[in-house]
């Protein structure tokens, strides 16, 4: 079992959460081309080794967050609340437009990934 310390909850089985994937920067819309938007959305880094990931607690707080995990070993060194971001850490998704996301939820669609 892995668990996983949700910053509201404290540690859960990992499959109270959702992963959301690699914080990265929505593109414009208004200037993006068809090829950087689909890069945006099926282009992954996928590293071995320590990553900056976003997670979605579905079935605690249902809050983001964000945590860095090794992938090969599963070992999470730390989490964070959106505010509590670590220096040039990309902003967390679902948290600029929180009232479209919490009320409806990552799984209802929307502009997660
Ligand atoms: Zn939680």
Redesign the pocket.
């Given at each position: 079992m892995i668990l996983l310390p949700?910053p509201?909850?404290g540690p859960?089985n990992v499959s109270e959460f959702r992963y959301v994937g690699e914080p990265r920067r929505r593109p414009d819309v208004a200037t993006t081309t068809p090829q950087q938007w689909r890069a945006y959305l099926y282009n992954h880094t996928n590293a071995a080794g320590w990553v900056r990931e976003q997670w979605f607690?579905r079935t605690?707080?249902r809050?983001y967050f964000g945590a860095e995990r090794h992938t090969i070993t599963d070992e999470v060194r730390r989490t964070w609340r959106p505010e509590q971001a670590p220096a040039g850490a990309e902003p967390l998704l679902g948290v600029t437009d929180r009232a479209a996301t919490t009320e409806a939820g990552p799984d209802a669609g929307g502009d997660v990934l």
């Amino acid at each position: 079992m892995i668990l996983l310390p949700c910053p509201w909850c404290g540690p859960r089985n990992v499959s109270e959460f959702r992963y959301v994937g690699e914080p990265r920067r929505r593109p414009d819309v208004a200037t993006t081309t068809p090829q950087q938007w689909r890069a945006y959305l099926y282009n992954h880094t996928n590293a071995a080794g320590w990553v900056r990931e976003q997670w979605f607690h579905r079935t605690g707080c249902r809050q983001y967050f964000g945590a860095e995990r090794h992938t090969i070993t599963d070992e999470v060194r730390r989490t964070w609340r959106p505010e509590q971001a670590p220096a040039g850490a990309e902003p967390l998704l679902g948290v600029t437009d929180r009232a479209a996301t919490t009320e409806a939820g990552p799984d209802a669609g929307g502009d997660v990934l």
